[in-house]
């Protein structure tokens, strides 16, 4: 009880965080999404009005049902991606809310805004993530699972939590299952908030082996994208990790870290070092051996660094290197020195989240300038052919062009829909549509009766106009 009064003032300040967030989640809903893949789950769930569920990653049933449900009702676009983009971070702040009013779990709320502030920056124009949606899932089952063992519920209530709480986190993302490990051991060892028996503690973990043992087959054997993701990590060999240190990912996020993410070294160092005064040794290597080895499978994993992408994809991490810090570390603070730190922590990076706005503003004002360009010319839809990668702003991400432009043509009630996408040459026979009947995705050609013809009135009278990009701009 010490422990989580001297936490009280510094749980609320992280309860903040996520109020802010959701803030901006609709002041900024138009850079949020209109950008890649938020894009692509709107388009196809406003036509489709069903779940856009990949990589049976079934838990980002939470967020999607919003656009589905707003489509089916008939609100304008603009309300359907105002309240999509609000439904992630509304998500957030009920985890936050329970985390906080309900268990009174406050150092797993510190945390859990750790996780959100450490290293966000770009990644937060970027929302269509499912390893957020699954360790919001983790942040609610963990404590819950403590708060079962405290309060000597019946076990099965536990074993139920752990499966359906358990399944629906760790099968979001492959990401998702470094920080699940790390805390499952993490909080057995630590043992002053584990009040589970030995017989109950061994059922519990082969349920949790059993969960991961399944996502791990499921994506390997079913899902493409986490298969590729999966095979660096089943492929390494020893050499490879001697390697990842000097690799070009590796020396990319030293840069930023120099640069952006500096406050994460600290802390995370701090939170050992108290480890080690405290002499709990066995967390100590716990945690550090867990930090290297997510780096390593990070650096094998991926390859080139791009912000919004890279960013998310550190930020499971975070939770494994700064547990120490706010598990143990604050609690050693007096309550008006823990505030004034984690103020001063989220504020100095609050700041680098105000920063790279003007990016995500400055693009969909470039999307907005190029559909009026094709009104003023007379053109309904588009294929610009560019033989070289987009140079102006390389967060452009050109293969959601075609269901960014369709939705902000939408928005501001074009008759018909103005849509152009941007091509390579190599592209245009398979990607065009043969006649005025098809309308082009992001990755298929889907006739025009698929649409949503009340948000969605493409022009059937004319062809995909194609121009060189150069051409176009001038």
């Known amino acids: 009880m010490l422990q989580k009064n001297n936490l009280k003032i510094a749980a609320y300040l992280s309860f903040?965080?996520?109020?802010?967030?959701?803030?901006?989640?609709?002041?900024?809903?138009?850079?949020?999404?209109?950008?890649?893949?938020?894009?692509?789950?709107?388009?196809?769930?406003?036509?489709?009005?069903?779940?856009?569920i990949q990589q049976y990653r079934f838990g980002s049933f939470i967020t999607q049902i919003v656009p589905v449900i707003a489509a089916k009702i008939g609100l304008p676009i603009r309300w359907i991606l105002m309240a999509y983009s609000a439904s992630f971070n509304v998500f957030y702040l009920f985890v936050a809310a329970v985390l906080l009013f309900g268990f009174k779990s406050y150092r797993f709320l510190i945390l859990y805004a750790f996780y959100w502030v450490l290293v966000t920056t770009h990644s937060f124009f970027w929302p269509n993530n499912e390893v957020h949606q699954g360790v919001a899932y983790m942040f609610l089952l963990l404590p819950a699972l403590i708060n079962c063992g405290e309060k000597q519920r019946p076990f099965a209530l536990p074993v139920v939590l752990l499966t359906v709480l358990g399944a629906t986190a760790l099968f979001c993302h492959p990401l998702v299952l470094p920080p699940f490990i790390f805390l499952w051991v993490y909080l057995i060892l630590e043992k002053e908030h584990w009040h589970y028996s030995k017989k109950q503690t061994i059922v519990l973990s082969a349920?949790?082996?059993?969960?991961?043992?399944?996502?791990?087959?499921?994506?390997?054997?079913?899902?493409?994208?986490?298969?590729?993701?999966?095979?660096?990590?089943?492929?390494?060999?020893?050499?490879?990790?001697?390697?990842?240190?000097s690799s070009p990912f590796a020396k990319e996020i030293y840069r930023h870290v120099s640069m952006n993410y500096w406050i994460l070294p600290i802390i995370s160092l701090l939170g050992i070092i108290t480890l080690l005064l405290k002499r709990k040794f066995l967390l100590a290597i716990?945690?550090?051996?867990?930090?290297?080895?997510?780096?390593?499978?990070?650096?094998?994993?991926?390859?080139?660094?791009?912000?919004?992408?890279?960013?998310?994809?550190?930020?499971?991490?975070?939770?494994?290197?700064?547990?120490?810090?706010?598990?143990?570390?604050?609690?050693?603070?007096?309550?008006?020195?823990?505030?004034?730190?984690?103020?001063?922590?989220?504020?100095?990076?609050?700041?680098?989240?105000?920063?790279?706005?003007?990016?995500?503003?400055?693009?969909?004002?470039?999307l907005s300038q190029?559909?009026?360009?094709?009104?003023?010319?007379g053109i309904t839809k588009a294929v610009l052919?560019?033989?070289?990668?987009?140079?102006?702003?390389?967060?452009?991400?050109?293969?959601?062009?075609?269901?960014?432009?369709?939705?902000?043509?939408?928005?501001?009630?074009?008759?018909?829909?103005?849509?152009?996408?941007?091509?390579?040459?190599?592209?245009?026979?398979?990607?065009?549509?043969?006649?005025?009947?098809?309308?082009?995705?992001?990755?298929?050609?889907?006739?025009?009766?698929?649409?949503?013809?009340?948000?969605?009135?493409?022009?059937?009278?004319?062809?995909?106009?194609?121009?060189?990009?150069?051409?176009?701009?001038?």
């Open 16 to 52: 903040a965080v996520f109020i802010v967030m959701l803030v901006d989640a609709v002041f900024y809903y138009k850079e949020r999404m209109l950008f890649a893949d938020a894009s692509h789950i709107a388009f196809q769930a406003i036509n489709e009005q069903k779940l856009q």
């Open 286 to 366: 716990w945690t550090a051996g867990c930090a290297l080895v997510y780096f390593i499978l990070v650096c094998i994993t991926y390859a080139g660094y791009m912000e919004f992408i890279s960013e998310s994809e550190l930020m499971a991490g975070i939770i494994i290197a700064t547990c120490p810090f706010a598990f143990l570390t604050l609690t050693l603070f007096k309550e008006e020195i823990g505030m004034v730190v984690l103020l001063l922590i989220f504020m100095s990076r609050y700041s680098k989240v105000v920063e790279s706005r003007s990016q995500f503003i400055s693009r969909v004002d470039a």
């Open 207 to 245: 349920i949790a082996a059993i969960i991961i043992a399944a996502k791990v087959y499921v994506s390997k054997k079913y899902a493409g994208y986490d298969s590729n993701l999966l095979k660096g990590v089943s492929d390494m060999h020893a050499n490879d990790v001697l390697k990842v240190f």
């Open 385 to 474: 052919v560019k033989k070289e990668p987009y140079t102006e702003w390389r967060w452009m991400v050109e293969w959601g062009f075609a269901t960014e432009t369709a939705l902000l043509s939408a928005m501001i009630w074009d008759k018909p829909i103005r849509q152009f996408v941007v091509l390579n040459p190599g592209d245009l026979e398979k990607r065009v549509p043969k006649d005025n009947k098809g309308v082009m995705t992001c990755y298929d050609i889907w006739p025009i009766g698929k649409l949503n013809r009340r948000y969605f009135p493409f022009d059937t009278t004319s062809s995909y106009q194609v121009l060189s990009y150069e051409e176009f701009i001038k």
């Open 370 to 377: 190029m559909l009026a360009k094709m009104k003023s010319r």
